[in-house]
């Protein structure tokens, strides 16, 4: 079955130390693939979306992912975290065939100062 | 720009109680869609609105009931609120739901509780 994989509901990182989400897809075709942002009491923003015009991509705030087609994954980094990175993550794919987006289950990213 | 506009915020409810929960979006989005957000369950399509006038059915549909009224409002029906519909609902518009690669935009959700 398609599905989205975030392992770890809680990820708790120290400021100006290296942010690592990861978003892992079972799916024999590459689909579209997008990272969202949620804030306290807010909806979800487009952080950042696979294009297939680069295996890079950067985002919004200093994030960037980054497709690996062998490893079916598109993991989320940012060199150094900041106070303002506090929200919940989720990484999100649509399927080949299928135009609904599904998401992974999020990451809830505490920064410790 | 307003965006995507949800009402109301907050919602109590009583079970067996009936409530419209409104959407609506400036945006000229052709697909709108309802999910719901449960912890440690991400986000969960109830129902979605590809284009005006059609509605198809989502992940978890039972219960819930859709209206596309034009192509700005799309609003989401519970005619018999259950203690499992407990939850935070948000709205969300794209440009075209063909397009795979057409990302979402949000509200900022209904928080609602029913006892």
């Known amino acids: 079955a398609q599905s989205v994989t975030q392992l770890g509901s809680h990820v708790s990182v120290s400021e100006g130390a290296l942010v690592l989400l990861r ?3 079972s799916s024999s075709v590459p689909p579209y693939l997008f ?3 949620q804030y306290p009491n807010q909806g979800l923003q487009l952080l950042l979306k ?4 680069a295996t890079l991509v950067k985002g919004i705030n200093g994030f960037e992912a980054e497709f690996k087609k062998s490893e079916t994954s598109f993991h989320l980094t940012k060199p150094s975290a900041h106070m303002s990175d506090a929200a919940e993550y989720f990484c999100a794919v649509t399927f080949y065939g299928n135009n609904r987006l599904a998401f992974g289950k999020g990451n809830q990213v505490v920064v410790i100062p | 720009n307003a965006g995507v506009t949800q009402t109301p915020k907050f919602q109590v409810l009583k079970t067996g109680q009936s409530m419209t929960l ?3 979006q400036d945006m000229n989005h052709n697909s709108m869609y309802w999910y719901r ?3 440690g369950m991400g986000l969960r399509l109830i129902y979605y609105s590809a284009s005006e006038g059609t509605t198809d059915k989502g992940e978890v549909p039972n219960g819930y009931n859709v209206s596309r009224l034009n192509k700005r409002e799309f609003s989401l029906r519970l005619e018999s609120a259950a ?3 407990t939850s935070v609902y948000f709205c969300a518009s ?3 739901g063909e397009s795979y690669n057409s990302p979402l935009h949000f509200g900022n959700g209904t928080r609602l509780t029913v006892t």
């Open chain 1, 23 to 25: 978003c892992n897809y």
């Open chain 1, 35 to 37: 990272w969202y942002v």
């Open chain 2, 22 to 24: 409104q959407c609506a």
């Open chain 2, 37 to 39: 957000q449960d912890p």
């Open chain 2, 83 to 85: 203690p499992s519909q």
């Open chain 1, 50 to 53: 696979y294009t297939s015009a």
């Open chain 2, 94 to 96: 794209s440009e075209t």
